[in-house]
């Protein structure tokens, strides 16, 4: 019995011995195990911070590039900025310049007009728009400067020979053409007189009617006008080679709406200030005046002599 009991208790020893060294074992391996994973895992968060750290250095990198990048940008713009500033200077110097080119041009403009004026203004007499009154005549030695012979075709009667202003010829010229165009009868009858032939016209007329009377109805009144070279006195057909009831003709109505445009108006309308109504006495003033004064229904003895004086240096254009 006691030998089986002794037996039992080596078994059971020798069990618990072989579970001690199977736990023992078992512990080591586990053991052991647990310090290769730790080792692993401490492996593993190295690892983890070394890739860290070379996350982070890249992206300290890339935003340092980026900063770079950015710094890039500002510096281009601000060149950028600087070369728009530097175009917009140059472009309004530019544009002064051309200012001041645009502003010479104009003054040379300017001053060669001036020139020109000028020296229209030296060549032109300036008698030839000058106002005459019964105290204002033009001087008796007075003669145009040069003359030329009316064509008979314009002329009324074939024996008399009748002269005028040479500059203004070819305006008055136009104005018959014009006239024979339009179907209108119109000839000269008398245009340059000189201050002698004027004066015995009106000796004449005095002794027909009286010293009275013929300054007031003078032969005609503008004597001055006609001692000028640049006055006609007009006559059409049907009034017996008579002045007088030209007023009632076509021709005088065509005159009226037509004679401007050759530079020539009425001297002495109906109730001028000066002589008797003179419907055939047509004066040579230019182009622009004449047709200045037709259209503001004026006349020329309306105007002051200041006011007429402006048209002098363009009376012959
Ligand atoms: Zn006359």
Redesign the pocket.
Known sequence: MKHRNLNRWIAIGLSIFFALIILGGLFTYGYLRISELSLYAEHLTEELAAANVSFSEKTDALSMRAFDLEQKTVTLSDTLYTAEQTIENLRRNLEAVQNRLGGFEQTVGEISGAVITLEKLSKTDPELLQKYSKVFFLNEHYAPERLVEIHSDYVYSDRSIQQIHMLVWPHLKDLLDAAKVDVVDVYVK?AYRSFDEQASIKSAYTVTYGAGSANQFSA?Q?YS??QLGT?V?LITTGLVGELTGFEKTQAYEWMRKNAYKYGFVLSYPEKNGYYIF?P??WRYVGINLATYLHEGNKYFYDLEQREIDEYLPTIFD
Request: glycine share 10%; no cysteine.
């Open positions: 008398s005609d503008g006008e006609h006055t006195d003179e055939w006495h």
